[in-house]
């Protein structure tokens, strides 16, 4: 069954605008987190709170969505693996045309000015341009705003590669080296201490006879 775009739960109703040069709507709304947002070791979870404060700007061939949207991000550092779990705000700025403005965009027949909307991406309206949908720019928003390798901070030093330590607890943390090159020679070593002291054990007894 087909949800309608109006029962989706990031439909935002956009009559009052629409088609209306000049006018603009305020928008402060929370919704759920789309899918696909991140992995299991940094990402937004699924269904999770998104808050969303902007405006939508009427031109005359479509809808101009600007604003903030504000989710709480889940993970892990991947230097120390420490929990992270904070706000992840991120800039919107999306443009949604007329249906008949998109079409002729996909047929080549309309000409865009370089310079306007330049840098924005672009997304449907539904219903006869009546209902903004904010799934797929929500989700195209914060993942590219999420980075490859999360950070508890910028500076983190990770964990020691001998026993797991926090570096970031102590960083004068280390372990003194041992090179393994030189265990035979250290062990030849004890054995000759270890056989000169019996002999000259061996020798004082004599003397004392």
């Not at 759920?32 to 808050?51: C, K, T």
């Not at 909307?117 to 928003?141: K, Q, S, V, W």
Request: aromatic share 8%; proline share 7%.
């Amino acid at each position: 069954m087909t949800m309608h775009p109006s029962e989706s739960p990031w439909a935002i109703q956009v009559a009052q605008v629409g088609r209306r040069p000049g006018q603009t709507q305020q928008v402060d709304t929370d919704m759920p987190a789309p899918s696909g947002i991140g992995d299991e070791y940094f990402g937004i979870p699924e269904g999770s709170e998104v808050h969303f404060q902007g405006r939508i700007e009427s031109l005359a061939e479509g809808l101009l969505l600007t604003g903030t949207a504000t989710a709480g991000v889940k993970g892990a550092c991947a230097r120390c693996l420490k929990n992270l779990d904070q706000d992840w705000p991120v800039q919107f700025s999306a443009y949604f045309p007329y249906e008949e403005e998109a079409e002729d965009s996909a047929s080549g027949d309309v000409d865009i000015d370089a310079d306007d909307d330049e840098g924005e991406d672009t997304y449907p309206l539904f219903a006869n341009a009546t209902i903004m949908d904010l799934e797929a720019p929500l989700r195209d928003y914060f993942v590219e705003s999420l980075p490859a390798q999360p950070l508890c901070k910028p500076d983190c030093l990770g964990l020691c590669p001998e026993c797991g330590f926090d570096m970031n607890d102590d960083p004068t943390h280390a372990h003194e080296k041992h090179d393994s090159r030189w265990s035979a020679l250290e062990e030849l070593k004890k054995q000759l201490e270890a056989d000169g002291g019996g002999n000259n054990g061996a020798a004082g007894n004599d003397d004392a006879k």
